[in-house]
Each structure stands twice: as C-alpha cells, then as structure tokens.
C-alpha cells in the first residue's frame, strides 16, 4: 500500500506523523471519505470544495491548489492500482508545540492520502432495512464546532456512536442543540410522506451524498424540503433513508422502536438508491490505471 504524504508515496509502516502534530494533540485539521466506483471518483471536485472550505474556516493553507489536489488524489489511485476505493484525505495543522496556539504551528500542514479497498454495509440491511435509535449527545451547535465543518474532532458522533453500539445498534439519530434531528453519526437522514422528500436544514453535514440525492429527486420531479424535522415526524414518516459515503442510501425501518411505514425499505427509497447507483457510474472525475 502506498500512501501520500506531502508529495511522496511512501509505505504504510513508513507513514508516520509525528506526536507533536496538532490533528493528534488537538483534533486540529480537516478530513474527507471519498469512494471511486470502476475508476470514477464520485463528486470528487465537490469533496475537495468541501475540504478547502472547512480549512478556510480553520485557517490553515496548503500549498496545493484544489486542481493539485484533485491530481494528488487520482495519483494515489493510480499508484495502489484501485478502481474501486474507499479515500482518506487528511490534511492536519502539522506539528507545533504543546500548547492550543496555531500561530505557535510551523504552517506546514500534513496532506494525507490513504486509498483502500472499500468495507460496504451487509447485503441484507439493504434488502431488510436497518433499525436505528437516537441517543442522548447531540451533534455540536453551530455556534460551538460548526456540524458543516468536517474536522478531525468527532468526539461527540464516537460518543454516540458507543452509545448506539451499547445498545446493539450501528447507527443513530444525533439531535441538534434545539432537539431537531440533525443527522445521524456518519449520515445523512431523510424522511418521504406523502409525495415529499425532507432532509434537515441545519445542524448537520452538507454531505456529498444528500446533495447528490436532493439533485436526483429534483431532476425526476420528486418534491424536495430542507428544513427542521421533529422525531414524531421520522416515526409517522412513510419511509426513512440515511445516506453517505459508504452506505450510499441505505433503508431505515425503525426508529427508537417504532416501524416506519410498512417495515419494509420503501419504493422511493428503492428508486433513489437506484438512481444514485446509475450516476456513481459517470458523476466524477474518471481516471484510467
Ligand atoms: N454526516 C456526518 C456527520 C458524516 O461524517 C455524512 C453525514 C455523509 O456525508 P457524505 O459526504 O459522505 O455523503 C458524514 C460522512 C466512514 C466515515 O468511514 C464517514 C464519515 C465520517 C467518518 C467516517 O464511514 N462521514
């Protein structure tokens, strides 16, 4: 396996930061998760806005451009010879001394690129659906760690994520600091009734995957909302989905013990999973081996 770091490939015993690095001592830097399907890196351009808007946020400047970086990414597949990935970008403060100061930091960033073979779902969740709860942390409120900044401090999603864990479930319901739901630990949330497809407005991640499948629903007519969602409306919703990198769109069934809809993954579900899976194929930037 070769790994990118600052404009070198090196081995993955070789791939060390040092513990001086801020993304360790603090939590201090920016990630992306990015998937190529059959050599097409989904959205990529979109991941890497993403990236560099999460650091402007941050302050902190690589001296890459986003077309750099888009190339250093599609370098790195073509290095590991993987068409089909799983990608970790990393980019952290870089090393500094002991204390929070970033002005005290060297102003050299790691850039990190990791390229592995993906880890997908179980088949069934996808045929059968998935159970998920909600669990008592609530994601960040903007005012404190912004839930559109996708930076390396995920306390409060592991923290629900053990939570989830601890009572036998893999994935959540993180409420917002108003208690709306926002999102869950690593996706998106939707709810359809009654001929509209809603997703939260705030509190949450712009993912990658949720605009992708607000774009699809628009293009097919399939009335969109973004807006503030209760939980009573997930339960009495007519079918629910969670959407991300991974998981793609994958069905909820039950939540916090109440059956959505029929039980079963539902018909728009079903059509935008479809119809995510059919833009996976051209959406992004191709790149050849
Ligand atoms: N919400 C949160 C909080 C996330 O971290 C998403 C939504 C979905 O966004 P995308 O852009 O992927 O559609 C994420 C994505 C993983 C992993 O390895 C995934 C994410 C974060 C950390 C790990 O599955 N997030």
Redesign the pocket.
Known sequence: MKIYMNGEFVEREQAKVSVFDHGLLYGDGA?????SYNGVVFRLAE?ID?LYETLHTLLISVPLTRPQMIKAVVHTLQKNKLRDA?I?LVVTRGEGDLGLDPRKCYGKPNIIIITDKITLYPKELYQNGMAIITVPTI?NCPEALN?ML?SLN?LN?ILAKIEAANSGFSEAI?LDHLGFVA??????IFIYKKGALSTPSQG?????????VLDLANRCKIKTEERLITRHEVYTADECFL?????ELIPVVKVDGRIIGDGKPGVVTLKMLKLFQSATKTDGVRYEI
């Open positions: 990630f992306e998760g990015i998937r991941h993403r799983y970790r994601r839930p996708k995920y999603n993180m999102e869950c630990t690593g996706d998106n949450r991640l712009k993912g990658i995957t949720r605009e992708c959407t991300g990198t991974a998981a």
